[in-house]
Nanobody, 124 residues
Framework: QVQLVESGGGLVQAGGRLRLSCAAS????????MGWFRQAPGKEREFVAT????????RYADSVKDRFTISRDNAKDTVYLQINSLKPEDTAIYYC?????????????????WGQGTQVTVSS
């Protein structure tokens, strides 16, 4: 059974930084991708970044690619999202997701497994 557990969210001032973590278990195949999405109040869930586990190929939303970095630690089965220069509009619940396959999808409905989310709040 696949389980994803996010951590690292919190309250931070604008301009600050955070590193979100997502610890995965049950991903028994090597061909999968792990992604980050976020959902702000009253808005739809939106793609942030994704990484293909086997070779580290990444893909980012245009709106975050200059400030966000996704990475992985194979030994720990953990994916990270480094967020720099935080802005109030980054305030959202950040979700980790996983999908078996070789592609790097950006649509939420392409992902089969989701974590419970971690809240990021950026004060101005």
């Amino acid at each position: 059974q696949v389980q994803l557990v996010e951590s690292g969210g919190g309250l931070v001032q604008a301009g600050g930084r955070l590193r979100l973590s997502c610890a995965a278990s049950g991903l028994t195949f090597t061909t999968y991708v792990m992604g980050w999405f976020r959902q702000a109040p009253g808005k739809e869930r939106e793609f942030v970044a994704t990484i293909r586990w086997i070779d580290g190929t990444t893909r980012y939303a245009d709106s975050v690619k200059d400030r966000f970095t996704i990475s992985r630690d194979n030994a720990k089965d953990t994916v990270y999202l480094q967020i720099n220069s935080l802005k109030p509009e980054d305030t959202a619940i950040y979700y980790c997701a996983a999908e078996f396959g070789n592609l790097v999808p950006t649509r939420a409905d392409r992902y089969d497994y989701w974590g419970q989310g971690t809240q990021v709040t950026v004060s101005s």
